[in-house]
């Protein structure tokens, strides 16, 4: 006889998973060490591209060097007494109009000074605006030294400054030159590079930056505040900007005789052109390194984790209560010998919690049965006491009633058709109950019943109302004052209706009220119709329509009690 041993095959045990994905992790390892060394590629790419960045601040520099030489040159002829001497005055003002002309950029105005007033200027009108405390700064600091570069100030929306020759002790020739020439298009031109200039101690000068746009207008005020905090380093140095709108690279030099600090501000894409198609190369390598890694790993986790998952739910599920928990897995691995296992084991402790619940309900139920159809034996022998009294004392009426009402009280308590019983048929009998403990204590208390005849058929379990009433009377027997009993019925929602039994007695003490809704088990503290408590009726209202339903208290010290039946709306089913 040949048998076919059957069991998990190389290719599907957990074992290979786990060593392919080790396998995996071994190659994501060896693609970073490659990452590692292709990040080694962008330094020397990097310092050539700084060196082309080094470019336009130089361009600049010199830029700025020569026109402010050309411009210390023209003022130094200007300035020449013999020059000056031999033109009148109608030719020397045609050559600072024909100098202003070539320049209008660059200069903002030429102007003669002559005994403490402005004499000549170009443009004519431009001396009418220069103040006298212009002119005697200028005539002071010009006459200490014979030549005087002014600091920075600005005119209308520009930045000047003025550089001023002293020709003799009366004459003096002046420049006010336009600093945003110094930054101007015909310097860097078709590159994406923007020029701030600033000065020594952070105050901006001017830029080539286009700011009609309001996104670039923007973006320019907050690259001047980045860029004043960078004014305190010296030399030529590297520095990365972010903004709002991106991140840029600045290079800064102050290699000038005014030390203004000169800013090459550009996109960090456009400053390393290079090293950026190396990025994207490498990020392109990366994404697709990452999407296949994605996707393998998706593939064996998925692989493994299904069933894990699965086991977990079911396991959770099962330390719940959830007998009826099973695993269901199509495939053949160890996983599988795991839910056989488990699933066995569950079968035996369902069968084993069947048995058991079946049993103990037949107890609670019998015990139930036992305690519901057992009449007091106090009860009963006072009733009858009072019924013989009755007789002795000629009440052949009033014995007749109570008869006729234990009699009913006894028939309802003993009946073995059901437990659950319509409100209808409740009322009526706890009527005769009333009638009884009436004709027992005579007007201790009063008894008022306003249930609608709209719930007289909903569902409710035997001796519900008559216990909860019983309660009422026995603790309001304390009470000097005649005790008025109400149980009355309204509609809790769509599924649901209240009964309450309220009574004006002296209420119940926490404790005590504790004592009537511990277990059934608990001998009564009176004697009344039988041993139903009130934990017995709460058990009896759960096991029949849910936990959601059942008793609730509210108790007021010296203003009574009431308490509260939830129970579901609709007809009862009881067999008459």
Request: net charge negative; proline share 3%.
């Amino acid at each position: 006889m040949v048998r076919r041993l059957t069991g998990t095959s190389f290719t599907s045990s957990v074992s290979t998973k786990l060593f392919i994905l080790t396998f995996l992790s071994v190659i994501v390892l060896f693609l970073v060490i490659a990452f590692f060394g292709y990040q080694r590629l962008f330094g020397p790419i990097r310092q050539n591209n700084e060196k082309e960045l080094q470019g336009s601040v130089v361009q600049v520099e010199n830029y700025m060097k020569t026109l402010m030489n050309t411009f210390q040159s023209q003022l130094i002829f200007l300035s020449n007494p013999v020059l000056y001497n031999k033109m009148d005055e109608a030719d020397y003002a045609q050559l600072i109009d024909d100098m202003m002309t070539y320049h209008q950029d660059q200069i903002h105005g030429i102007y003669l000074i002559e005994k403490d007033n402005v004499r000549l200027s170009s443009p004519y009108g431009y001396k009418f605006f220069i103040a006298p405390d212009r002119i005697n700064e200028i005539i002071y600091q010009t006459g200490k030294s014979g030549f005087w570069w002014s600091p920075p100030r600005a005119v209308n929306d520009r930045s000047v400054i003025t550089v001023a020759k002293q020709i003799d002790a009366n004459r003096f020739v002046a420049m006010d030159i336009n600093l945003n020439a110094l930054t101007g298009p015909q310097i860097i031109q078709g590159e994406q590079r923007r020029i701030y200039l600033f000065t020594g101690q952070g105050k901006y000068l001017s830029t080539n930056t286009f700011l009609s746009h309001p996104k670039t207008f923007q973006d320019h005020l907050e690259m001047k505040e980045k860029l004043q905090e960078l004014t305190k380093t010296s030399g030529t140095a590297y520095n990365t900007v972010q903004t709002s709108f991106g991140n840029y690279t600045v290079l800064s030099s102050n290699q000038n005789r005014w030390d203004w600090v000169v800013f090459s501000v550009i996109e960090e894409s456009q400053a390393f052109p290079l090293l950026d198609s190396l990025r994207q190369q490498l990020v392109l390598v990366i994404a697709m390194a990452i999407i296949l890694a994605v996707i393998v790993s998706v593939w064996i986790t998925n692989y493994i984790r299904k069933p894990v998952t699965l086991i977990t739910r079911q396991f959770k599920a099962a330390a719940r209560g959830e007998l009826e928990a099973r695993i269901k897995l199509k495939r053949n691995d160890e996983f599988t010998h795991i839910a056989d296992g488990f699933n066995r084991m569950m079968g035996n402790i369902q069968s084993l919690f069947d048995d058991l619940r079946e049993a103990e309900e037949k107890k609670r139920h019998h015990e139930l049965k036992v305690l519901h159809s057992q009449i007091h034996p106090h009860f009963l022998n006072n009733t009858l006491n009072a019924i013989y009294c009755l007789g002795e004392t000629g009440q052949t009426e009033e014995m007749c009633k109570m008869i006729r009402s234990l009699m009913g009280l006894l028939q309802y308590s003993t009946d073995k058709v059901g437990d659950i019983v319509t409100v209808e048929d409740e009322l009526q009998q706890l009527e005769n109950y009333v009638e009884i403990m009436v004709l027992r204590y005579g007007d201790v208390f009063e008894m008022d019943i306003a249930v609608p005849e709209l719930y007289y058929k909903t569902p409710i379990p035997k001796l519900t109302l008559i216990t909860l009433v019983e309660n009422s009377i026995f603790y309001g027997l304390s009470k000097q004052d005649v005790n008025h009993i109400i149980v009355t019925a309204k509609s809790k929602d769509a599924g649901s209706v209240l009964f309450e039994v309220s009574d004006t007695g002296p209420g119940i003490d926490p404790q005590k009220l504790a004592l009537l809704t511990q277990e059934a088990s608990s001998p009564n503290l009176y004697k009344g119709l039988n041993n139903l408590g009130l934990r017995n009726v709460q058990d009896r209202i759960s096991m029949t329509f849910g936990y959601s339903y059942g008793l609730h208290f509210h108790s007021e010290p010296d203003e009574g009690l009431t308490v509260s039946v939830l129970l579901p709306v609709g007809e009862s089913g009881v067999k008459r």
